[in-house]
T-cell receptor
Framework: AQKVTQAQTEISVVEKEDVTLDCVYE???????LFWYKQPPSGELVFLIR??????QNEISGRYSWNFQKSTSSFNFTITASQVVDSAVYFC???????????????FGQGTILTVHP | GAVVSQHPSWVICKSGTSVKIECRSL??????MFWYRQFPKQSLMLMAT?????????EQGVEKDKFLINHASLTLSTLTVTSAHPEDSSFYIC????????????FGPGTRLTVT
């Protein structure tokens, strides 16, 4: 069965600090997709990144960076120089194969509440 | 990016009544629709999966007679919570999957249901 674990329930930092959100997953599929979403107080999920299992290159997008390590089944997310607007709940998710060839059925981690103080 | 709408964005209803939530994919066709729910301070959990024109497949523990899903067209899916009870109060989110060859997945803005 698919499983995603975000061990950090809550993280509190002061603005400009760097913060890393951990994500560990379990799957039997050899091909899968990993995601990170941000959920602000409004509730609407904001897509941050999608990574397929064959692409282990780390990615940087502005202040955001992701470290995908297949050997340890981890897909960690780092925010550099955090800002108050980064305060939200962050979810890591795993997309399993469904119907033989399709994807899209997401298993979400428990979420990490990030609070950035001024 | 694709646009997905949900209506209503929030609803308060009395126990025992039914509520219908609509999910529309505004600029792409969704052959598959996933419905998730999120209880307060919890994660998103998949409720059911439906293909256009077919019956929905429900996850374990989700009552199919209580949560009626209709995926009548490639741009509209509805979730009806029948005989709602306070424990059904939750945030319901649809996620249409496009027909494009590349894997594109989107989420609706969600519907917050409160049953009193």
């Amino acid at each position: 069965a698919q499983k995603v674990t975000q061990a950090q329930t809550e993280i509190s930092v002061v603005e400009k600090e760097d913060v890393t959100l951990d994500c560990v997953y379990e799957t039997r599929d050899t091909t899968y997709y990993l995601f990170w979403y941000k959920q602000p107080p409004s509730g609407e999920l904001v897509f941050l990144i999608r990574r397929n299992s064959f692409d282990e290159q780390n990615e940087i997008s502005g202040r955001y960076s992701w470290n995908f390590q297949k050997s340890t089944s981890s897909f960690n997310f780092t925010i550099t120089a955090s800002q108050v607007v980064d305060s939200a709940v962050y979810f890591c998710a795993l997309s399993e194969r469904w119907g033989g060839t399709s994807y899209g059925k997401l298993t979400f981690g428990q979420g990490t509440i990030l609070t950035v103080h001024p | 990016g694709a646009v997905v709408s949900q209506h209503p964005s929030w609803v308060i209803c009395k126990s025992g009544t039914s509520v219908k939530i609509e999910c529309r994919s505004l600029d792409f066709q969704a052959t598959t629709m996933f419905w998730y729910r999120q209880f307060p301070k919890q994660s998103l959990m998949l409720m059911a999966t439906s293909n256009e024109g077919s019956k929905a497949t429900y996850e374990q523990g989700v009552e199919k007679d209580k949560f009626l899903i209709n995926h009548a067209s490639l741009t509209l899916s509805t979730l009806t919570v029948t005989s709602a009870h306070p424990e059904d109060s939750s945030f319901y989110i649809c996620s249409p999957l496009g027909t494009l060859a590349s894997y594109e997945q989107y989420f609706g803005p969600g519907t917050r249901l409160t049953v009193t």
